[in-house]
């Protein structure tokens, strides 16, 4: 049972373009979602979060939306830069709960 | 301040044999959650202690336990190891409040041969 899913496995974009990455959830006991960044060798790199009193948080150039009624978030990174190529997890849970449920990852590729 | 760190890096096991991971939080962190990432997966939850204390349990066998010692560190340990134990293992440290971000270690790589 994925509660967490991340429907794309890869996704390639220009450098300087907006970089989208989905995730869905289906549990809706959740209330507190986050992205990380990996790396290879690497444990994942807190990105960003968005609780969900919230449809929208930015830091930088990334910014995640949260579409409730959708069980749908997003995290958008503008402008792309090579850097940003990694895999990129999506992050859910519940209130007062430490225990994160990921989703399978996506692997972006920023192209020069 | 250094991060999450864990020991060893990588860790080359038979079937059959015990293994021990360990965990060093981030220095005021009491918090220390364990986490399996299989190939092509997202991280699994495995366990969570704070101060301690057994905080949270995942969907794994009993084979797999672990402990946080007065420190705050911690220790992984699985039994009677399985093909399918090889994987990566992630520590995370947050402060505990229950709503804390966790931040993940570098990992321990394990295969099971």
């Known amino acids: 049972d994925q509660q967490v899913k991340q429907n794309s496995p890869s996704l390639s974009v220009q450098e300087g373009r907006i970089s989208i990455l989905n995730c869905d959830y289906t549990?809706?006991?959740?209330?507190?979602f986050l992205w990380y960044k990996k790396y290879p060798a690497e444990g994942p790199t807190f990105l960003i979060s968005?609780?969900?009193?919230?449809d929208k948080n930015e830091d930088g150039r990334f910014t995640v939306f949260l579409n409730k009624s959708a069980k749908h978030l997003s995290l958008h990174i503008v402008p792309s830069q090579p850097g940003d190529s990694a895999v990129y997890f999506c992050?859910?849970?519940?209130?007062?709960?430490?225990?994160?449920?990921f989703g399978t990852g996506t692997r972006l590729t920023i192209i020069p | 301040d250094a991060g999450v760190t864990q020991s060893p890096t990588h860790l080359i096991k038979t079937r059959g044999q015990q293994v021990t991971l360990r965990c060093s939080p981030i220095s005021g962190h009491k918090s220390v959650s364990w986490y399996q990432q299989v190939l092509g997966q997202g991280p699994q939850f495995i366990f969570q202690y704070y101060e301690k204390e057994e905080r949270g349990r995942g969907n794994f066998p009993d084979r797999f336990s672990a402990r946080q010692f007065p420190n705050y560190s911690s220790e992984l340990n699985v039994n009677a190891l399985l093909l399918g134990d090889s994987a990566l293992y992630l520590c995370?440290?947050?402060?505990?409040?229950?709503?804390?971000?966790?931040?993940f270690g570098p990992g321990t790589r394990l295969t099971v041969l």
């Open positions: 549990n809706s006991m959740f209330d507190y």
């Open positions: 995370a440290s947050s402060s505990g409040g229950g709503s804390d971000t966790q931040y």
């Open positions: 968005i609780s969900s009193i919230k």
């Open positions: 992050a859910a849970r519940n209130f007062g709960n430490e225990k994160l449920t």
